[in-house]
């Protein structure tokens, strides 16, 4: 990767977060820190505000206006071939959401490309086991409530066919077993709990703060789960 490539990837890769430690730019573009801090600094000659807080890392100033990205046909090809992935294993929410984004991806592209991603779409099929079913459209809104830390109300059918309502501080999700699962804190049991995302037969995010001031890591709570990762 030449440094001009470089710079506008450290450029996108800010634009993607809050904040990028230096290590992290080293890490993801295999240079040394100091080849960063270089790199930030040209960064601004070139007029681009870029801004650093201790402990946290290197941000873009809000309120810089940044032209609209660009794909080229190689990262456009893989969002197509992601959609089939998509719509294997996520639910009717998350496929709305890829599918408008996508669009959004084919609107910027040139004719060619829009002509060659068309043809390449034409050219691709996909066959999943009938168990892969998520008939469903709760993921983005459990996602929300994750990142949100709201709690969700919801009716949950368990394995013998029981349904009960539960009060849930979801704290993430896992795909295992061919299917995704909510982790969360169940207000009913006093204690985690993993719902199979499949079995909710209604959610709702209340909008009120989570009430465990912290909870478990996931990746602690995976350790539980039957499946090795």
Request: contains cysteine; hydrophobic residues 35%; glycine residues 4%.
């Amino acid at each position: 990767m030449n440094r001009i490539d470089r710079l506008f990837g450290i450029l996108t890769l800010l634009q993607s977060r809050k904040y990028v430690p230096a290590e992290k730019i080293s890490e993801e573009f295999d240079i040394s820190v100091r080849t960063v801090y270089r790199d930030v600094k040209a960064l601004g000659e070139l007029g681009i505000p870029v801004s650093f807080e201790s402990q946290k890392g290197y941000f873009v100033v809000p309120g810089y206006f940044l032209p609209p990205v660009s794909f080229n046909t190689e990262e456009a090809n893989a969002m197509l071939l992601m959609e089939t992935i998509v719509y294997a294993f996520a639910d009717r929410s998350i496929q709305n959401h890829y599918s408008n984004a996508l669009n959004k991806i084919k609107a910027v592209l040139r004719t060619t490309q829009k002509e060659k991603l068309e043809g390449l779409n034409n050219s691709m099929r996909s066959q999943f086991p009938p168990c892969v079913n998520h008939d469903y459209e709760y993921l983005s809104e459990i996602q929300q409530a994750i990142s949100n830390k709201h709690i969700v109300d919801l009716e949950y059918k368990n394995n013998q066919d029981e349904v009960s309502k539960r009060t849930v501080e979801p704290i993430g999700l896992i795909f295992y077993a061919m299917n995704w699962h909510m982790i969360g804190w169940c207000h009913m049991r006093g204690d985690y709990r993993d719902f199979r995302v499949s079995r909710i037969i209604n959610l709702s995010e209340t909008e009120q703060p989570f009430q465990l001031e912290k909870h478990i890591e996931l990746s602690e709570y995976m350790k539980q789960l039957p499946v090795d990762y």
